[in-house]
């Protein structure tokens, strides 16, 4: 009776206290529930997603992160700035530049308003001064009522005859001889030279410009435009006949066989063999009818050629077809790198294709007043290297001349034919030739 009473007794107790922890764990879910929802879960209509959508403009301002990174700021300074660079940036006067470098060598505009001549005014480079008082170079300036005081009245010359036999004037400021030919010794210039047709005179700027020899029974023997592959067979008769030679050498004439780099070998040997070496510019433009840059660069492209195969450059120099050396750009640049322009006076006209019997008439026609002389012949022409150069040789020797160099001809030390003792260089990459360094001359 007892173990039952305190059995229910028990039983009431457990059965309170169940209640009661059920009592408590509800009450405290629903309180945490209720502040999970309060502060978690607002209503539909302010949940996250709305406001997204709505407040997407202000958030950069409303987020603490974002407002503080560069992200949104950085962007924004950007674009202010731009539009400042173009007036700021330093570099847009770069762009400006290759603008006027062009057109200074363009032809003069046709717009330009002639000038004037007349009443002691000369036209200047040589041109008409036509019945109207005005320079210039058509037919209109240079035909009917052209007035010879103050400029030409011919055209110009394309065979280098001139004169008032062919009514033609000399290109490239060239004397025209009593003869009529152009050329720029003293043969053609003075005394006896014909106004009108060319330049007539002299220059006193300290050039040397050297037509014929001064050492008594001295024959110079220049060959120009190689050095080519034939020019060896020329080598080797001047080396059994034991006769020194000038050579006055083109860089590259645009045809095959013609580039330095290419006979460097050739070249070598001539300058180690005692033969002078001379320059014959680049290309072999006329320098008469070229800008003085073309001027500067035909000589330059040169020069680089020389240090690289000999390792130095000469001080002797012949203008291409013998022109351009009353040209006042040309004498000032040949001037300052110290050369002596070297001519003739005795042309053999290998390079007019005359034929070798041809080539020999002119060569003791020239020889046979007994004077001294320097003679013309192109070595990269076969028949000269393999024939004429024979016959100049044996015909000198026939009449007493003892051939020479052009240096040596006038009397000047060897230690004045180049500007520094030689090194030969040794072929590499940088030994060629290519179109693009032949230029299309600009003419003036």
């Known amino acids: 009776m007892i173990k039952s009473k305190y059995f229910i007794l028990l039983f009431t107790i457990l059965t309170l206290l169940n209640i009661s922890t059920t009592f408590a764990n509800k009450y405290k879910y629903t309180v ?56 700021t940036t330093p570099k847009t006067p770069k762009y400006t530049t290759p603008k006027k470098l062009k057109t200074s060598y363009l032809p003069k505009s046709t717009s330009t308003p002639p000038i004037k001549c007349g009443s002691n005014n ?16 058509d037919v209109s300036f240079c035909g ?28 490239s400021n060239d004397c025209c001889s009593q003869t009529g030919f152009c050329g720029s010794t003293s043969q053609h210039c003075v005394p006896n030279c014909q106004v009108g047709y060319g330049f007539c005179g002299t220059f006193n700027d300290g050039l040397d410009v050297i037509s014929t020899c001064t050492i008594k029974n001295s024959i110079a023997l220049t060959y120009d435009d190689g050095p080519r592959a034939v020019t060896n067979i020329l080598l080797d008769k001047l ?18 066989g013609s580039c330095i780099y290419d006979n460097a070998e050739t070249l070598q ?51 291409p077809f013998g022109t351009g050396v009353n040209v006042v750009a040309l004498r000032e640049e040949l001037k300052k790198r110290g050369y002596k322009v070297i001519l003739w006076d005795i042309d053999t006209r290998d390079w007019a294709s005359a034929s070798v019997k041809d080539s020999m008439d002119l060569f003791m026609k020239g020889i046979s007043d007994g004077s001294t002389h320097i003679s013309l012949s192109h070595d990269r022409i076969e028949s000269t290297s393999k024939e004429l150069a024979e016959f100049e040789i044996s015909f000198s020797l026939k009449k007493s001349f003892k051939p020479m160099t052009v240096a040596d001809c006038i009397g000047d030390s060897k230690d004045n034919w180049y500007h520094n003792p030689p090194k030969f260089g040794k072929r590499d990459d940088t030994w060629q030739c290519t179109k693009e360094d032949l230029h299309e001359v600009p003419k003036i």
């Open 32 to 87: 945490t529930y209720t502040k999970t929802v309060t502060s978690i879960c607002p209503p539909k209509s302010t949940r996250i997603p709305k406001k997204l959508k709505t407040s997407c403009p202000l958030k950069p301002t409303t987020t603490p992160k974002a407002s503080k990174t560069p992200k949104y700021t950085t962007p924004k300074k950007l674009k202010t700035s731009c539009p400042l660079k173009p007036t």
């Open 269 to 319: 040997r001539a300058f180690a063999e005692g033969h002078q070496i001379a320059a014959h510019t680049w290309s072999h433009p006329n320098l008469g009818l070229i800008s003085k840059e073309e001027i500067i660069y035909q000589i330059d492209y040169l020069e680089v050629a020389f240090k690289k195969i000999l390792g130095t450059v000469p001080k002797y120099f012949r203008p």
């Open 122 to 137: 000369k036209c200047p480079d040589n041109s008409c001064c036509s019945k109207d008082g005005l320079c210039g170079n």
């Open 239 to 256: 080396k059994s006949n034991n006769i020194k030679a000038t050579f006055f050498v083109n860089g590259n004439l645009g045809v095959n």
């Open 144 to 171: 009917v009522g052209c007035q010879p005081n103050f400029g030409r009245c011919f055209p110009f010359s394309t065979d280098a005859t001139c004169g008032a036999t062919t009514n033609t004037t000399c290109p």
